[in-house]
């Protein structure tokens, strides 16, 4: 009849269950990146490229001085 058993049914359950719990985790650890991402901020970012950029500027200067 090609009907599946009650065994393979609960082992289907079992797979699932494990997938989902596996999907949950990684939820988990994508909210956890995001939030320290979040914490640490483009703010530090912006201002690190910022500081190089002047750096940058202030080097040229020099070799255009010279």
């Known amino acids: ?3 599946p058993t009650a065994a393979d049914i609960e082992r289907l359950t079992r797979r ?3 997938v989902s719990q596996r999907l949950e985790g990684i939820e ?3 909210d956890r990146l ?3 991402l979040a914490g640490a901020g ?3 970012i ?3 490229l910022d500081a190089i950029a002047e ?3 202030a080097l040229q200067a020099e070799r255009t001085a010279s």
Do not use: M, P, T, W
């Open 42 to 44: 483009l703010k530090g």
């Open 1 to 3: 009849f090609n009907i």
């Open 16 to 18: 699932v269950r494990s």
């Open 55 to 57: 750096q940058l500027a």
């Open 46 to 48: 912006e201002d690190r």
């Open 34 to 36: 995001d939030q320290r």
């Open 28 to 30: 988990d650890a994508v």
